[in-house]
């Protein structure tokens, strides 16, 4: 889990590569639940029948009857029921991935084709490791305490081992007993810039491979990872932006000047839509470093990066975003 | 206007800054009047042709759904989309389905301030991947050179010391090493007396 650019996506591809350069013996198959179905509609078996499909897919052509099924309980089928004195009526059975009727029975269906699926694969590769992203995206947080409870434990039932990509919010409050259901979770943090050189270092090095010496001053690149708050994704664009600056006002390199543009032009993006009660909270935390979720809007503080939360073994601090600073005696 | 409004840029000068990301599959957000949608949407277009060789559909939309369906068959174009009347919910839609928004080419929101407000509450990972690239134009927030003179006006209210007090310390190497020092020399043009 982690926040919104924090990398998670980056890191669980990076997963898959080292587990499949691992040996022979490991697959690890990437899946993004969201791109196939709306997860606002998350239910049991929605989850393990796509897998069920990404595994089959690798089959090169094997296990097509298995595949098929699977297909259908994903987005529905027709089937014939026979009465004694008739020719028998269709009815038309609706797909997992789509509203339900009733949840425990479609993780069962999804798991009975699944299964040789798994069994063929193990064939060849006895280690099978799903890494699920876009779950992340779901606000229900019910409904993501339902696929965790019901789909990821039909998967690990069949000996595969699951790796999710999960929403921020299931760190914070009474959605905090989620995370339980895991064998362990990763929080995904933002680099503490506060803490040691080797945060900026890293960030640095990061900009350097971009853009060369000769271009971009060391003050100047200082100033870009300060200013992202430790933020990689940050970091990247407020770089973008200083180049652009940087051509639109025909400067040979990249100076303070067009990186103060950009750092500007970011913080006044980011404090669009503000309302009064988040800009007191947010110049509580930049005066007394002090923030303590109790709310929704809380949350979106920390969802939106207006605040950023460094956490290590130890302890937990809160920042406001570095772009946002200059900015906060011009809020109401 | 607000002094937090966003940077203005004019439609070409815009598409200069656009032909610079192209390729890039950047986010762009472009903050205008309601009535002007429509013309900024065309003009955007032409000079994008002009400036930089650069084809762009127009995407009128009602909402986030019928936006996913037409980018799904928008090829590599550069996508121009009318996001003026889409709603906290729209944007929450497109923030969850982001892996369909996915476009080789640039993509740019031309949207009222009060939608992008409402996409800056409710879509956090576009507002993400937008990063600096949100402009506004002339009627509706300041110029960049507005910007950086209200920045110096606040700065001069905070210290209680004119352009020329900083000029003048920053040269004799006594200006105190506040952050914000550094940041007036910058904005004065002035980035040479940083020690």
């Known amino acids: 889990m982690g926040g919104v650019g924090s990398g998670k996506t980056t890191e669980i591809l990076a997963a898959q590569r080292g587990l499949e350069a691992l040996d022979d013996g490991f697959s690890a198959v990437y899946l993004d639940v969201s791109k196939q179905h709306d997860i606002t509609k998350m239910r049991p078996g929605a989850v393990i029948v796509q897998v069920g499909i990404a595994l089959a897919q690798r089959m090169d052509g094997k296990l097509v009857q298995e595949k098929q099924r699977l297909i259908e309980i994903a987005h529905g089928y027709q089937t014939q029921r026979w009465y004694e004195d008739d020719d028998g009526d269709f009815e038309s059975v609706p797909g997992i991935l789509s509203p339900p009727d009733v949840f425990d029975d479609d993780v069962i269906r999804a798991l009975i084709p699944l299964r040789p699926v798994v069994a063929l694969m193990r064939e060849t590769r006895p280690h099978i490791v799903v890494l699920i992203d876009g779950l992340d995206r779901m606000t229900d947080m019910a409904a993501f ?22 929403p921020l919010r299931a760190l914070y409050g009474l959605d905090r007993i989620i995370t339980q259901r895991f064998d362990t979770y990763q929080y995904q943090p933002w680099i503490d810039l506060a803490k040691g050189h080797s945060g900026r270092e890293f960030l640095s090095s990061v900009l350097a491979r971009r853009i060369g010496d000769d271009l971009l001053d060391p003050d100047v690149r200082d100033a870009l990872v300060g200013s992202s708050g430790g933020v990689m994704r940050d970091l990247l664009s407020l770089a973008q932006a200083a180049c652009v600056e940087a051509y639109m006002s025909g400067a040979d390199k990249l100076g303070l000047d067009e990186a103060t543009i950009a750092i500007n032009t970011f913080g006044r993006k980011h404090l669009q839509g503000i309302r009064p009660s988040e800009a007191a909270a947010l110049k509580r935390v930049h005066q007394l470093g002090d923030f303590v979720q109790t709310s929704e809007e809380d949350l979106a503080l920390l969802m939106t990066r207006r605040v950023l939360e460094y956490r290590d073994e130890r302890r937990v601090r809160y920042a406001v975003h570095p772009t946002i600073e200059p900015l906060l005696d011009i809020l109401g | 206007m607000s002094a937090l409004d966003i940077a203005t840029v004019e439609v070409p000068a815009l598409a200069l800054r656009l032909s610079l990301l192209r390729g890039t599959a950047a986010y762009v957000a472009y903050i205008v009047d309601v009535d002007a949608i429509s013309q900024a949407l065309a003009d955007l277009r032409d000079e994008l042709s002009l400036v ?91 110029s960049i050179d507005d910007v950086r003179q209200r920045r110096l006006k606040a700065l001069r209210a905070w210290a209680d010391k004119s352009d020329q007090d900083v000029i003048d310390l920053a040269t004799r190497n006594t200006l105190p090493r506040d952050p914000e020092y550094a940041e007036w020399l910058v904005l004065l043009g002035r980035s040479d007396l940083i020690a």
């Open chain 1, 145 to 166: 305490d339902r696929i965790a409870s019901h789909d990821v434990k039909a998967l690990n039932g069949l000996g595969i081992g699951v790796v999710f990509v999960g």
């Open chain 2, 52 to 142: 930089a060789d650069l084809e762009a559909s127009i995407l009128y939309v009602q909402d986030a759904h019928a936006l996913l369906a037409q980018l799904s068959i928008s090829s590599d174009k550069a996508v121009l989309i009318d996001a003026g009347s889409f709603a906290s919910e729209d944007w929450a839609t497109l923030d969850r389905q982001r892996s369909q928004l996915a476009h080789a080419e640039l993509t740019v929101f031309v949207t009222v301030r009060d939608c992008f407000a409402e996409l800056m509450r409710a879509a956090p990972n576009l507002a993400s991947w937008l990063g600096a690239q949100v402009f506004a134009n002339c009627s509706s927030g300041p």
